[in-house]
């Protein structure tokens, strides 16, 4: 059975950094795309970063030059380091994973960027 749990959620000031864990159990993340995605209040849940197996990775707009999405193999773990924060970053935070047919998510965790 795969499982995703999420890490690194919290409060931080407006201009500081978080860095989100994701670590994967069940399956080795070499086989499967990795994203992140969020969800605000009130808001349709949207992908922020995206990582294939051959290595891609893509934005949303509102993140580039700003949030970095990272996979350490060993670890079976991937990141979201996200700097530069801004009060509009406030979300819960979700990690997936994409194997063939199934895709995978985590139980969110909570990023709040005061201002």
């Known amino acids: 059975q795969v499982q995703l749990v999420e890490s690194g959620g919290g409060l931080v000031q407006a201009g500081g950094s978080l860095r989100l864990s994701c670590a994967v159990s069940?399956?080795?993340?070499?086989?499967?795309?990795m994203g992140w995605h969020r969800q605000a209040p009130g808001k349709q849940r949207e992908l922020v970063a995206h990582?294939?197996?051959?290595?891609?990775?893509n934005y949303a707009d509102s993140v580039k030059g700003r949030f970095t999405i990272s996979r350490d193999n060993a670890k079976n773990t991937v990141y979201l380091q996200m700097n530069s924060l801004k009060p509009e970053d406030t979300a819960v935070y979700y990690c997936?994973?994409?194997?063939?047919?199934?895709?995978?998510w985590g139980q969110g965790t909570q990023v709040t960027v005061s201002s």
């Open positions: 997936n994973y994409i194997s063939g047919p199934y895709d995978y």
């Open positions: 069940g399956r080795s993340i070499r086989f499967g795309a």
């Open positions: 990582s294939t197996t051959g290595g891609s990775t």
